[in-house]
């Protein structure tokens, strides 16, 4: 079974430009969060999609946003770069319902000069 | 606030050399408590989850277990390829409509010497 694909595996934006990443969950998996890792912060969630809809959000300005299309896949964008988005961007899929392990994606690396 | 917390920061073991991680949680409305490895440069790999106050899970060398306030991650004959950050994180359902959001602890390196 294939585990969760992201694209681009590496970037480099300059400020002030926009970018938009890419995941793919593990099939049949309708739910697909996303995640922020830097070294002072660590493990941040920014939002979750189901079916096509944000349902949860984490503390991140409205640069930071999302969608989901109706194969489950997800893109998640951000504008106006700034040199304090530089990360690596996780996304993870789980099945729906109670409990259930959310699995990673190897990530999006970002930087931004 | 939502709050999970990880000791030790780092952890330095000889080959053999057994040792526990713990995770200490404030997570309203929890809903699960989730292990993950992760080495450099890749995404969080899934070790367990557990679900009530004292469950134990079992994978190879590791072993967690959880209380009602942490969670220990305990390392039997630990080898150099156990060598990772263990992640710890707690799971919601506050406002009853999403497990999709997990709060993560800043976790444990643990490099373990041949």
């Known amino acids: 079974k294939a585990g969760v694909t992201q694209t681009p595996r590496y970037l480099i934006k300059t400020r002030g430009q926009q970018v938009t990443l890419s995941c793919s969950p593990i099939s049949g998996h309708r739910s697909v969060s996303w995640y922020q890792q830097t070294p002072g912060q660590g493990l941040q969630f920014l939002f979750e999609?189901?079916?096509?809809?944000?349902?949860n959000k984490g503390n991140f300005p409205g640069r930071f946003s999302g969608r989901q299309f109706s194969n489950s896949r997800s893109e998640m964008n951000v504008s106006t770069l700034e040199l304090g988005d530089s990360a690596l961007y996780l996304c993870?899929?789980?099945?729906?319902?109670?409990?259930?392990?959310?699995?990673f994606g190897p990530g999006t690396r970002l930087t931004v000069l | 606030e939502d709050q999970v917390t990880q000791s030790p920061e780092a952890l330095r073991l000889q080959e053999g050399e057994s040792s526990s991680l713990n995770c200490s949680y404030t997570v309203s409305g929890l809903r699960g408590l989730f292990w993950y490895r992760q080495d450099p440069g890749k995404g969080p790999e899934f070790l367990f989850t557990l679900y009530s106050a004292g469950e134990e899970k079992e994978k190879e060398r590791l072993k967690a277990t959880l209380t009602k306030k942490e969670s220990f991650l305990h390392i039997t004959a630990p080898k150099p390829e156990d060598s990772a950050t263990y992640l710890c994180a707690g799971g919601t359902n506050a406002g009853g409509t999403s497990y999709g959001k997990l709060t993560f602890g800043q976790g444990t390196i643990l490099t373990v010497h041949p």
């Open positions: 993870a899929s789980k099945r729906e319902g109670l409990y259930n392990e959310q699995f």
């Open positions: 999609y189901f079916s096509e809809t944000q349902r």
